[in-house]
T-cell receptor
Framework: SQQGEEDPQALSIQEGENATMNCSYK?????LQWYRQNSGRGLVHLIL?????REKHSGRLRVTLDTSKKSSSLLITASRAADTASYFC????????????FGKGTKLTVNP | ETGVTQTPRHLVMGMTNKKSLKCEQHLGHNAMYWYKQSAKKPLELMFV???????ENNSVPSRFSPECPNSSHLFLHLHTLQPEDSALYLC???????????FGSGTRLTVV
């Protein structure tokens, strides 16, 4: 069953601009993760934020988590053409078995 | 390379064929997963293995048969597939203190 749902489905920006993607989920979580997928390839783990954390940074990535709203956002600052990819959030559900449930993803295009 | 290797990268098979997908990791991870990625749908978890034991079968049709002979290898045996089974099949592993999954590049399967 789908847990995370990303918004928007597609996003097109110019190089140098910031890109913000949102994720909403339905049930209580242990952690939320963001992944990136280049076309036709496997997913690459970007960042994990635990349910007791509100914000986390990694390089040009900033992730926020609001458990009261069951939502997260991924901000990519100073985007580059190489950031063009699909981005997925995934949740590790509390009380469930060890598995991640992914959303449909946001397709980001960064125009040079 | 991510450390998770999937073969073959591409596979075209008829509906009466039998084929197998292979996944291999030497990261020391104890959990391995099969996901199916179809166009415009979220990643679908198919099977979960922990220490070679299957811990989850997500209502997958019996024409898909997983096998995990050891913690480093995972197979997906395919027989009498349908055209709607055409998709990107992704293998992932996870283990130790690292919560994020490591994905292979996937097998692009086309059923004709």
């Amino acid at each position: 069953s789908q847990q995370g749902e990303e918004d928007p489905q597609a996003l097109s920006i110019q190089e140098g601009e910031n890109a913000t993607m949102n994720c909403s989920y339905k049930t209580s979580i242990n952690n939320l993760q963001w992944y990136r997928q280049n076309s036709g390839r496997g997913l690459v783990h970007l960042i994990l934020i635990r349910s007791n954390e509100r914000e986390k940074h990694s390089g040009r990535l900033r992730v926020t988590l609001d458990t009261s709203k069951k939502s997260s956002s991924l901000l990519i600052t100073a985007s580059r053409a190489a950031d063009t990819a699909s981005y997925f959030c995934a949740t590790d559900t509390q009380g469930g078995s060890e598995k991640l449930v992914f959303g449909k993803g946001t397709k980001l295009t960064v125009n040079p | 390379e991510t450390g998770v290797t999937q073969t073959p990268r591409h596979l075209v098979m008829g509906m009466t064929n039998k084929k197998s997908l292979k996944c291999e990791q030497h990261l020391g991870h104890n959990a391995m997963y099969w996901y199916k990625q179809s166009a415009k749908k979220p990643l679908e978890l198919m099977f979960v293995y922990n220490f070679k034991e299957q811990t989850e079968n997500n209502s997958v049709p019996s024409r898909f048969s997983p096998e995990c002979p050891n913690s480093s290898h995972l197979f997906l045996h395919l027989h009498t597939l349908q055209p709607e089974d055409s998709a990107l099949y992704l293998c992932a592993s996870q283990g130790g203190d690292v919560y994020g999954y490591t994905f292979g590049s996937g097998t692009r399967l086309t059923v004709v």
